[in-house]
């Protein structure tokens, strides 16, 4: 129990429960008080999205989340993550599906939340790892090359091709 309370996952296909959106947010922290809520939506850059809601917090949501974006699903699955406050974030390709902005938005916020924290992100998006402090590079299974991302992108490999092709898409 100690150790699921202090690790915030996000799976790349987050599950969300026919519940209200507040609901599956709480889900992360059962004692959470609405105030823990909203803010945990406002870093995880969807309380906007959710105030457009005519039911706002209190929308039902259809099954796995289905009446939503899956830039939403994600972000508030991101929120769930962040509300527990853990010691170890675990994000598994969950900024795939939001617009760079956003995904911009949410990265400044989790650098702040990460200070004294293992922040572990898995990502086919550069733009998403651009912050870390290391970069590891996975090609067939097995680490290729690691380093911060300038460093990376000033060196021919794969990080470079693969943030190249980024740039032009």
């Known amino acids: 129990n100690q150790l699921r ?17 507040e609901d599956n947010i709480r ?10 809520i909203i803010e945990a939506c406002k870093k995880a850059a969807v309380h906007e999205n959710i105030l ?3 039911e706002g917090y209190q929308t039902l949501l259809g099954e796995r989340g289905v009446n939503l974006s899956g830039g939403q699903i994600q972000r508030i699955s991101i929120a769930r993550a962040i509300i527990k406050n853990p010691k170890i974030l675990l994000l598994d390709d969950c900024l795939s599906s939001v617009d760079t902005d956003t995904e911009e938005e949410i990265l400044k916020n989790l650098i702040k939340i990460s200070k004294n924290k ?8 550069v733009s998403s790892l651009k ?31 693969l943030f190249e ?5």
């Not at 889900?27 to 823990?36: H, I, L, R, T, V």
């Open 5 to 21: 309370d202090n690790i915030g996952y996000v799976p790349q296909n987050p599950f969300l429960f026919s519940e209200t959106i």
């Open 27 to 36: 889900f992360g922290m059962k004692n959470a008080s609405m105030k823990d």
């Open 52 to 54: 457009e809601f005519r």
């Open 118 to 125: 293992t922040t572990l992100i898995v990502s086919h998006r």
């Open 131 to 161: 912050h870390a402090n290391l970069i590891l590079v996975f090609e067939n299974g097995k680490i290729v090359q690691q380093g911060k991302h300038l460093d990376l992108i000033g060196i021919e490999g794969y990080y470079k091709k």
């Open 165 to 169: 092709k980024q740039q032009t898409d």
